[in-house]
């Protein structure tokens, strides 16, 4: 079992829609990222979280340290949010990164 | 501020040859990651370093793999007698030091082992 799982791992919506991806992890962290990549590698860093809530525009992150669970929301959904959203953990005492495997998202006009 | 830079961008070779990678991070960030993907699949560590010192390597790095940062700017990662197995992408990524910072990361370079 991966120590950082994504679900689900493939979505598809309709442009407007309201997105939701999840992650749940079984060690102890530090903190918690999400992540953009799009087509050819290039990844984006969207968000970093060690409790509560954070928002960027139409993007929303929350976390549950007690439950090792975090979701990723995306409200209004639009084709260029189309990409593969990662999470990925931070364990304590190590300053190396434990990745999910990714949700591909693709949003259709 | 450019960013992270890596070069090459694509790497086509024979089984067999060795390859190196160079990745520039930004400036005055002191710590630098390299990580491996595979198609489908999310990165895995490979080894880090704070300035010079590399301070944590993977069991996926054989002895086949060697990663330097000989002046805590620039770092290299070589793969000698390359395997196809070895086929994936290289990524490399930046931090200004303390727990807590943003991670950047390059755009990766690939390499394609035929």
């Known amino acids: 079992k991966n120590e950082v799982e994504q679900s689900p791992q493939n979505l598809t919506a309709q442009e407007g829609e309201f997105i939701t991806i999840n992650c749940s992890y079984s060690?102890?962290?530090?903190?918690l990222h999400w992540l953009q990549q799009h087509p050819g590698g290039g990844i984006v860093s969207l968000f970093m979280?060690?409790?509560g809530k954070k928002k960027h525009g139409r993007l929303i992150a929350t976390i549950n340290i007690q439950e090792k669970h975090s979701s990723l929301h995306i409200t209004a959904s639009h084709p260029r949010d189309s990409a593969v959203y990662i999470c990925?953990?931070?364990?304590?005492?190590?300053?190396?990164?434990?990745f999910g495997t990714g949700t591909r998202l693709q949003v259709f006009p | 501020d450019t960013g992270v830079s890596q070069d090459p961008r694509h790497k086509i070779t024979k089984r067999g040859q060795n390859v190196t990678f160079r990745c520039d991070p930004i400036s005055e960030h002191n710590r630098l990651y390299w990580y491996r993907q595979t198609l489908g699949q999310g990165p895995e560590f490979l080894t880090y370093f704070q300035n010079e010192a590399q301070l944590e390597k993977s069991r996926l790095l054989s002895d086949r793999f060697s990663a330097e940062r000989p002046k805590g700017s620039f770092s290299t990662l070589e793969i000698q007698r390359t395997e196809q197995g070895d086929s994936a992408m290289y990524l490399c990524a930046s931090s200004l030091g303390q727990e807590g910072n943003t991670i950047y990361f390059g755009e990766g370079s690939w390499l394609t082992v035929v």
């Open positions: 990925a953990v931070r364990a304590y005492n190590t300053d190396k990164l434990i």
């Open positions: 979280l060690s409790s």
């Open positions: 060690v102890g962290i530090s903190a």
